[in-house]
DNA sequence: GTCTATAACGTGATAGAC
DNA sequence: GTCTATCACGTTATAGAC
């Protein structure tokens, strides 16, 4: 029974919601800086709103982290999804798409990873389960190829969270260590960017190896 | 011209100072919530001590940090060395050593990796170039043999990195990633530790075929 | 809805007794 | 060296005017 109404948005791109300004700022520091190391103030700041109006529209620091959090993941693990059911193309093609697409889109937004990862291990919750993204990625046609490829010996047997944990190695580790990676190799933003690049390529040709290797 | 003398220490194992005491619950806190979310009295806590002793040994949270982290850094990148510069060793079996020497070591200290991405990445420091790992790394016997093989024909051109890059992220990435792939995979503990144990054997096969992939 | 001012609380650090 | 008590400050959240 609910009286109040969803606003109309006119024009929501040329001028967002104050709403919309405060989860995109959330979104910028939350990132960046995680839960703990943010404060309101800097979000309000960058939303260049008064602080109040953030407990105005979500009252609580955690009540916005929560949002951010949850969309960050989805984000996340649901841009691979359309790439790991198109039952047309082969697992090679499958294993190109899903690490171009990861590189493209850390490469636009790098501090995703470290964001997820430190955050999921600091408030160990329940979101993965709700998500239901266990279920859809190990029923996936993805999946299914990879099981096929074993049955008939075109793949080393191996357990997927394996072959898993390989792919994501390769494509997402490099975007959580670049600080240590570019401090190591004396590398520029640009210069380390190319490296991520010249990955779209070699990563597939990695894998392919990797499921033949014994 | 210090004046102040070293306590000797007669049973440093069985009774730590309690300077070590602070050292060992700072470092056991730090790595599990990183710097901002740790508070000096949760540090006091695990140490059995009072927070005012905290101050009186190192003056501030960030210099107890400093400690810490140069600590772990150096711990972390110099287990690397021994490995790398044994000359009568095979490339192929250094990747042994190193993959199994680090799995042994983060499935001890599993919040290492995560606590050192997150706070080189918030905290842009020199630390790196200070250690002088970059020019050691580099010039070490396990670089030389991988260019070598390089020049032989025996393995495929590829940058350095690329290939530092991979052993690191097959290797280091699943610590990373655990909570991740534990809710995924809905692995208890010790299943887990059971897959990292498996990965031993499988990276450094894995890591010879990245090396002929083309 | 948006602002200013301030309350309520948590945290790092210190004073001072022992 | 170690403790208790307390300060000083920053931060989240709210009250209340507009």
Same mark, same amino acid.
């Not at 109040?4 to 024009?11: D, G, P, Y």
């Not at 082969?90 to 636009?108: C, M, P, R, W």
């Not at 919750?125 to 190829?145: D, P």
């Not at 074993?150 to 390769?170: C, D, R, S, T």
């Given at each position: 029974?609910?009286?109040?109404?969803?606003?109309?948005?006119?024009?929501?791109?040329?001028?967002?919601?104050?709403?919309?300004? #405060?989860? %995109?700022?959330?979104?910028?520091?939350?990132?960046?800086?995680?839960?703990?190391?943010?404060?309101?103030?800097?979000?309000?700041?960058?939303?260049? #709103?008064?602080?109040?109006? @953030?407990?105005?529209?979500?009252?609580?620091?955690?009540?916005?982290?929560?949002?951010?959090?949850?969309?960050?993941?989805?984000?996340?693990?649901?841009? @691979?999804?359309?790439? @790991?059911?198109?039952?047309?193309?082969?697992?090679?093609?499958? #294993?190109?798409?899903?690490?171009?697409?990861?590189?493209? /889109?850390?490469?636009?937004?790098?501090?995703?990873? /470290?964001? #997820?990862?430190?955050?999921?291990?600091?408030?160990?919750?329940?979101?993965?389960?709700?998500?239901?993204? =266990?279920?859809? /990625?190990?029923?996936?046609?993805?999946?299914?190829?990879?099981?096929?490829?074993?049955?008939?010996?075109?793949?080393?047997?191996?357990?997927? @969270?394996?072959?898993?944990?390989?792919?994501?190695?390769?494509?997402?580790?490099?975007?959580?260590?670049?600080?240590?990676?570019?401090?190591?190799? %004396?590398?520029?933003?640009?210069?380390?960017?190319?490296?991520?690049?010249?990955?779209?390529? /070699?990563?597939?040709?990695?894998?392919?190896?990797?499921?033949?290797? =014994?």
């Amino acid at each position: 029974m609910k009286k109040e109404m969803k606003q109309v948005k006119t024009k929501p791109a040329v001028d967002p919601s104050t709403e919309e300004k #405060i989860k %995109n700022a959330a979104r910028i520091i939350f990132h960046k800086k995680g839960f703990s190391a943010t404060r309101t103030r800097d979000i309000a700041e960058e939303a260049g #709103i008064n602080l109040a109006l @953030l407990n105005y529209y979500f009252r609580s620091k955690e009540k916005l982290f929560d949002i951010i959090m949850l969309e960050t993941l989805q984000g996340f693990l649901l841009s @691979l999804l359309p790439a @790991l059911n198109i039952e047309s193309t082969s697992l090679e093609k499958k #294993i190109e798409a899903i690490a171009g697409n990861y590189i493209d /889109l850390l490469t636009a937004e790098p501090d995703i990873p /470290l964001f #997820i990862m430190s955050e999921l291990k600091a408030n160990p919750n329940e979101l993965l389960g709700k998500m239901g993204i =266990k279920e859809v /990625l190990m029923r996936s046609h993805f999946i299914k190829q990879f099981q096929q490829g074993i049955k008939e010996g075109k793949i080393v047997p191996m357990n997927p @969270l394996h072959f898993m944990m390989n792919l994501m190695g390769l494509t997402v580790f490099p975007f959580i260590a670049s600080p240590m990676m570019k401090g190591l190799g %004396n590398l520029t933003d640009k210069e380390y960017n190319e490296l991520m690049q010249q990955r779209k390529l /070699l990563i597939p040709t990695w894998m392919k190896a990797i499921l033949k290797a =014994k």
